[in-house]
């Protein structure tokens, strides 16, 4: 079945600082990836897609391309700000390994960003 | 103009009660979901429905009964309830069962059995 694999944390940043959380996966065929936020006290917010190799999904600064050679989707950003203080979850669905519309979600990274 | 709605919010209840998380959205989405999120922060698809019928059912235990009386409405009825099912459970939407579809999830209704 599909699994996916990110890095664990807590992460703890300086603003300003360069940010790269890691996302590998596994999967069958062709899955689409996502990245979802979760601010303190929240729900999920999706914070970027890709749904074919080569893609990349951005926003709010974020990027994350989606490399089906190496079957990874690592979220970038260049410059933290504290209101990024969040858990990012990577996330996958379809392929030929599980149910098309079922997310398989990483365990979670917290990203702390200090002023 | 909230998207997705769960009520309640908290929910504070005795092993062995039975109890119920209701969920609405008025994105006119046509598939829905419920999540549960453990202490440790990891989410679990627990059921998904699409078109008012089951579509995914995560062996989860019979305890566990969602309805979803049309559409725009999941609910989660809880039986017995034991220790074990302190979690955050979400309800989520999207508009099909495409792998692309982004989901919309609520804002989480944290249950805490005593």
């Known amino acids: 079945g599909n699994s996916v694999t990110q890095m664990e944390g807590p992460v703890t940043l300086s603003e300003e600082a360069f940010l790269t959380i890691n996302c590998t996966y596994t999967?069958?065929?062709?899955?689409?990836l996502f990245w979802y936020v979760q601010y303190p006290g929240e729900g999920l917010q999706l914070l970027l897609k890709?749904?074919?190799?080569?893609d990349k999904g951005s926003n709010k600064g974020f990027e994350a391309t989606y490399r089906k050679e190496t079957t990874s989707f690592h979220l970038e950003k260049g410059s933290v700000q504290v209101s990024d203080s969040a858990v990012y979850f990577c996330a996958l669905s379809g392929g030929s390994g599980g149910s098309n519309y079922k997310l398989t979600f990483g365990k979670g990274t917290l990203l702390t960003v200090n002023p | 103009d909230t998207a997705v709605s769960q009520t309640p919010k908290y929910l504070v209840t005795q092993m062995g009660n039975d109890k119920s998380i209701k969920c609405e959205q008025n994105?006119?989405?046509?598939?829905m979901y419920w999540y549960k999120q453990d202490s440790k922060k990891f989410l679990k698809i627990m059921f998904s429905?699409?078109?008012?019928?089951?579509?995914i059912n995560e062996t989860v235990p019979n305890r566990f009964s969602p309805k979803s009386p049309d559409k725009a409405h999941l609910n989660l009825h809880i039986n017995s309830l034991e220790l074990g099912d302190s979690a955050v459970y979400f309800c989520?939407?999207?508009?099909?069962?495409?792998?692309?579809?982004?989901?919309?999830f609520g804002p989480g209704t944290r249950l805490t059995v005593t």
């Open positions: 429905y699409n078109n008012k019928e089951l579509i």
């Open positions: 994105l006119g989405h046509d598939t």
């Open positions: 890709a749904t074919k190799a080569d």
């Open positions: 999967a069958t065929g062709y899955p689409s």
């Open positions: 989520a939407s999207s508009l099909g069962t495409g792998s692309s579809y982004e989901q919309y």
